[in-house]
């Protein structure tokens, strides 16, 4: 079963909370995936904190057309969330 993002908010510079269909949810930095012609212009924080979840495509997406794989977005979370938990 593909993950589906329900929810999406900035949480400050580079970093987004995310709501998953299953329950998972908690924060993660994306400050090194932005990359690549579609991804530069979300390194001005302004225009990165545009981002929303989107009901149709089921992850994040920004106005000018950027995007993340849901599945990208709850395997990084996932390990987010163990490395926090591993180093308490």
Known sequence: ???????????????????????????????????GPVFDPLKDVAEFSQLQADAELETVVWPNGADFAPEFLYDRLKSALAARDAAE
């Open 1 to 35: 079963m593909m993950p589906r993002v329900m929810d999406a908010r900035h949480a400050g510079k580079y970093r987004v909370w995310l709501r998953f269909d299953d329950g998972l949810s908690g924060e993660i930095d994306l400050e090194d995936e932005l990359w």
